[in-house]
């Protein structure tokens, strides 16, 4: 198992920037493909943004309401997953919560409480 722990949300102003972080305890981290997913008030869990968990070739996946603007990243050495956040809009307010896919990426679009989620941090946009 895996303990996820998110830092980096704040208050910025429409058009700005943030970078989101997630570390991971565990020694089985590079093993995870790992993602982003948010939630608004009254709204589902949604998903952002995923990537491989392959240190040769990596792959990406955003939804297409933040393609362009949000980027995702790891760093294996520092068993951390990023999502630079840069335009953002008062729509991108919500909790982020990082994800680990444990049976990897065949459903990543899909929110499903047996992976394992950490337990966010507030990102609110000012318009």
């Known amino acids: 198992q895996v303990q996820l722990v998110e830092s980096g949300g704040g208050l910025v102003q429409a058009g700005g920037s943030l970078r989101l972080s997630c570390a991971a305890s565990g020694r089985t981290f590079n093993n995870y493909a790992m993602g982003w997913f948010r939630q608004a008030p009254g709204k589902e869990r949604e998903f952002v943004a995923a990537i491989s968990n392959s240190t040769r070739f990596t792959y990406t996946y955003y939804a297409d309401s933040v393609k362009g603007r949000f980027a995702i990243s790891r760093d294996h050495a520092k068993n951390t997953v990023y999502l630079q956040m840069n335009s953002l809009k008062p729509e991108d307010t919500a909790i982020y919560y990082c994800?680990?896919?444990?049976?990897?990426?065949?459903?990543?679009?899909?929110?499903?409480?047996?992976?394992?989620w950490g337990q966010g941090t507030q990102v609110n946009v000012s318009s």
């Open positions: 994800v680990a896919y444990p049976r990897g990426l065949s459903n990543y679009r899909n929110y499903d409480p047996s992976n394992y």
